[in-house]
């Protein structure tokens, strides 16, 4: 209730028309249950009992139907949304929730991109047994053929295995860590010309994945897996309006690990703001027919500033 609907970069962005599908009551009770067992193989693995318990193999065989059944059923919802020719966003829920929507986009779509903004690269196989796990999820979509390439930006918390994938994927996986980014700033480069490169490694056609922990810490205190450092809001904010604006289609894009505090709503006013403006600014790249010269507030401002001089 807190988020204005007046958006600066996108002109009477709430008369576009947003609609949000009702949440699934039996997927959240399930999920609860799953999540209890999901919990004690984890347990077990970190007690080193793994090899010996008769539940793991069980409760993760389990969880990993699930997973696959959840995956199927939000393909279906999302083809047939698509079939109606709306654009699609989907609100997790942790990062494994848009697989299903990857692979309806890839029915839809010879190709495109993900721009992942992030702190994990999320490119684990299998991590601790479960497939479809948070931190598998661009694992599992580099192996749909119409993703022909993978854009992240914000990493900061990877592993070897991680790694090996993206020097073997020969440029289809392309990292812009946020170390890397932050060096570049304090020797002079600004995020106008970082974001040139990130949007100059995209093609035509992008899918936005955004895991809020992709955000400075302050931002999302209570998602699942912060991570020190990150981008600020409005540094997103602008990454995704150069997307929009360069000619570049949004073909959809998902939103997860917003977690609100239990006495506070700061994270859920912060995932509410950037919410509207993935909708907003998707929404702008499909009616743009070529690259549009940008027409914020703040050229305004600046042209009438120049105009005075």
Same mark, same amino acid.
């Given at each position: ?16 028309? @947003? ?22 193989? @984890? ?43 709306? @654009? ?58 119409? =993703?022909?390439?993978?854009?992240? =930006? ?10 090996? =994938? ?60 912060? =991570? ?74 600046? @042209? ?6």
């Amino acid at each position: 209730m807190q988020v204005d609907l007046f958006d600066a970069d996108v002109a009477d962005a709430w008369q576009r028309g @947003i609609f949000l599908l009702p949440e699934n009551k039996k997927w959240k009770n399930e999920s609860k249950q799953l999540r209890k067992k999901a919990a004690r193989v @984890i347990e077990l693995l970190s007690n080193g009992a793994y090899e010996k318990n008769k539940d793991v193999k069980k409760f993760t065989k389990e969880i990993n139907e699930a997973g696959a059944k959840l995956k199927n059923q939000i393909k279906q919802q999302c083809l047939a949304q698509l079939s109606k020719g709306k @654009i699609l966003g989907l609100l997790g829920g942790d990062h494994s929730t848009p697989l299903g929507f990857i692979e309806a986009l890839a029915e839809k779509n010879s190709s495109f991109a993900i721009l992942q903004i992030d702190a994990h690269c999320d490119l684990r196989k299998a991590y601790e047994g479960f497939t479809f796990s948070h931190a598998s999820i661009m694992f599992n979509a580099l192996k749909i053929p119409q =993703v022909k390439k993978l854009v992240q =930006v914000g990493i900061r918390d990877f592993c070897q295995q991680e790694m090996d =994938v993206m020097r073997e994927s020969n440029g289809r996986v392309k990292i812009f860590f946020d170390s890397d980014m932050r060096r570049g700033m304090y020797e002079g480069a600004t995020w106008k010309n970082i974001c040139d490169n990130i949007v100059n490694s995209l093609p035509e056609n992008v899918y936005v994945s955004f895991d809020i922990d992709g955000l400075e810490q302050y931002l999302c205190p209570n998602t699942g897996t912060p =991570v020190p450092g990150g981008l600020q809001f409005e540094q997103a904010v602008y990454l995704l309006w150069r997307v929009a604006t360069s000619g570049k289609k949004i073909i959809g894009f998902d939103l997860n690990e917003v977690a609100p505090g239990k006495n506070d709503e700061w994270d859920a006013n912060v995932g509410a703001r950037l919410l509207y403006k993935l909708c907003n600014l998707t929404g702008l790249s499909q009616s743009n027919k070529k690259k549009v010269e940008t027409t914020s507030i703040a050229d305004e401002l600046l @042209i009438e500033k120049e105009s005075s001089d």
